[in-house]
């Protein structure tokens, strides 16, 4: 079953577009799908980066939501 997609709107430095219209012309894909893997890339890392702050909080026993606040992450 496919995913359900939804239209996003962002700003980004024109460096940055023109570089992910480079991209995406030589790799024969779309913008929203480079923008798509990298998205999905950068959230797998941080969700690696979260647990591994979550596991050493216990092991320091400082609360989850400390954690949160120290790293200015909105609970």
Same mark, same amino acid.
């Given at each position: 079953? #496919?995913?359900?997609?939804?239209?996003?709107?962002?700003? !980004? %430095? #024109?460096?940055?577009? &023109?570089?992910? %219209? !480079?991209?995406?012309?030589e790799? @024969? !894909?779309?913008?929203?799908? =480079? =923008?798509? /893997?990298?998205?999905? /890339? +950068?959230? &797998?890392?941080? &969700?690696? @980066?979260? $647990? &591994?702050?979550?596991?050493a909080?216990?092991?320091? $026993?400082?609360? @989850?939501?400390? !954690?949160?606040?120290? +790293? $200015?992450?909105? @609970?």
């Amino acid at each position: 079953m #496919k995913a359900a997609k939804v239209i996003i709107s962002a700003k !980004v %430095d #024109k460096n940055v577009f &023109d570089t992910l %219209d !480079v991209y995406a012309k030589e790799l @024969h !894909v779309t913008k929203s799908w =480079i =923008i798509q /893997q990298a998205l999905q /890339q +950068y959230f &797998d890392t941080y &969700d690696e @980066h979260l $647990g &591994d702050m979550r596991v050493a909080s216990l092991s320091e $026993g400082i609360s @989850h939501e400390n !954690v949160l606040k120290e +790293y $200015g992450i909105p @609970h």
